[in-house]
């Protein structure tokens, strides 16, 4: 237990952080769950438009120290030799 004024209030923004943090992360999965279902669906231009919306919310998660930018930069790049690979 936080014993000193500084500890207690290094408590209380790890709190607030990891909050925002989880929110960022969970925000991204679900727009990469989006471009899954429409992938799996073989629509194409419904994987395109939620491409659109996935990459960027994963480089702007990792940005922020959320996620690890070489995990995210390999997520967007699976996701988009995937939808790529639809054109086929």
Same mark, same amino acid.
């Given at each position: /237990?936080? =014993?000193? %004024? ?8 790890? !709190?607030?952080? #990891?909050?925002? =943090?989880? &929110?960022?992360?969970? &925000?991204? $999965? #679900?727009? +990469? ?10 629509? *194409? &231009?419904?994987?395109? @438009?939620?491409?659109? @919306? @996935? @990459?960027?919310?994963?480089?702007? #998660?990792?940005? %922020?120290?959320?996620?690890? *930018?070489? #995990?995210? &930069?390999? %997520? +967007?790049? $699976?996701?988009?030799?995937?939808? %790529? !690979? /639809?054109? =086929?």
């Amino acid at each position: /237990m936080a =014993n000193t %004024k500084s500890a207690k209030k290094a408590t209380r923004q790890t !709190a607030r952080r #990891t909050e925002v =943090n989880k &929110s960022r992360v969970s &925000s991204a $999965r #679900t727009a +990469v769950r989006k471009l899954e279902d429409a992938i799996a669906a073989g629509d *194409k &231009s419904a994987a395109d @438009a939620a491409f659109k @919306a @996935a @990459a960027p919310l994963l480089v702007r #998660t990792s940005q %922020k120290g959320s996620m690890h *930018k070489k #995990t995210a &930069s390999r %997520k +967007v790049s $699976r996701l988009n030799a995937r939808v %790529k !690979a /639809m054109a =086929n």
